[in-house]
């Protein structure tokens, strides 16, 4: 069975979407196996998004993701690494299709960042690296 991290960002968070977001998943018959609130600090955000590192909108996307806190979530489920990206939709929520988590309630604030309420590992290595920095 695969495994992925799932993140509820601070917008998510926020606007009080965590419920809502953790019912997807599990209507889709994925499994939470682990969860815990985090004021995620600038260390492990710089290694979460190494990948990212230089492009224009790390900064601000590194300073969103400590305006509050964040929800990690451990999912397992078979696929469920492309399967939750499914549900997340577009990283774009003005183009994200409805139906989508980010379809359904993201939508461009005109900010520095697209705040676009998750993120979901895109590989079975990023998965096992990201999940061992969340719950380690
Ligand atoms: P995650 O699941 O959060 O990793 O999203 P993703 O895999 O769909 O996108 P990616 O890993 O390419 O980018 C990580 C995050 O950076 C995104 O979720 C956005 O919050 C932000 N981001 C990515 N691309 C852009 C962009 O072109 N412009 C802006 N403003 N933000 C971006
Ligand atoms: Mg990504």
Redesign the pocket.
């Known amino acids: 069975i695969q495994e992925t991290l799932v993140l509820v960002k601070p917008d998510g968070v926020a606007r009080n979407l965590i419920g809502e977001i953790l019912r997807r998943i599990e209507a889709k018959g994925y499994s939470v196996t682990d969860l815990r609130m985090v004021e995620a600090d600038r260390g492990l955000l710089e290694q979460h998004y190494e990948e ?1 590192v230089g492009k224009p ?1 790390y900064e ?2 590194v300073e969103f993701m400590q305006s509050g806190p964040v929800v990690a979530v451990r999912v397992a489920g078979q696929r469920v690494i492309e399967g939750f990206r499914s549900l ?1 939709g577009a ?1 774009d929520p003005t183009v994200a299709a409805p139906g989508t988590i980010r379809g359904d309630f993201g939508r461009d604030w005109g900010l ?3 705040q ?1 309420l ?3 590992s ?1 590989s079975p290595e990023s998965a096992a690296r990201e999940l061992a920095l969340w719950f380690r």
């Open positions: 990212h909108f601000p996307l997340a990283t520095r960042v697209q676009n998750v993120h979901g895109d």
